[in-house]
């Protein structure tokens, strides 16, 4: 028994410096995959940064992201004539709400603009085309899709 709890204080004492670690690493590394950050905002998500923005998409892509191994949804809208980053949630997520966004939609975003990697983004919380509305998370940053992983069985 002393032997267990050993090792658990050594595996709860190590793992977060290695956590730290890893993310310092990838901070400082310009040339590394998308990491997993629009999944559940990476804690990114500020209630403080929301505003709704309107523009046009220019390009919608999936990113493959590194961190949790699912595909995202992100935005390149055009706002005041310059383009920003929109990212929406797990690409399953929307293939399952049944919304499709393509170039040339006008849209309504509001969201938390952060920044990432050096960029300004905003981590959406809804998308408003016409009278359509998807919501993606809460008025906290918390994913709506967290309840569908429990109902379809996703992980």
């Known amino acids: 028994m002393r032997r267990l709890s050993l090792l658990l204080a050594a595996t709860i004492t190590l793992a977060p410096s290695s956590l730290l670690l890893a993310q310092d690493t990838d901070a400082n590394s310009s040339s590394r995959p998308h990491m997993c950050r629009h999944g ?9 940064t929301v505003s709704t923005i309107r523009g046009v998409v220019d390009e919608v892509s999936r990113v493959n992201c590194e961190g949790c ?14 383009p920003l980053s929109i990212h929406l949630g797990p690409a399953w997520f929307l293939d399952e709400s049944g919304v499709e966004l393509a170039k040339g939609d006008e849209l309504s975003v509001t969201g ?40 379809s069985g996703r992980s």
């Open 69 to 82: 191994g699912h595909t995202g949804v992100h935005l390149s809208l055009t706002v005041d004539s310059k």
């Open 40 to 48: 559940h905002g990476g804690g990114m998500f500020d209630a403080g």
């Open 112 to 151: 938390s603009r952060v920044e990432m990697d050096g960029e300004d983004v905003v981590i959406a919380a809804t998308v408003e085309r016409g009278d359509s509305v998807l919501k993606l998370r809460d008025s906290d940053g918390f994913p709506v899709w967290g309840g569908w992983r429990k109902a």
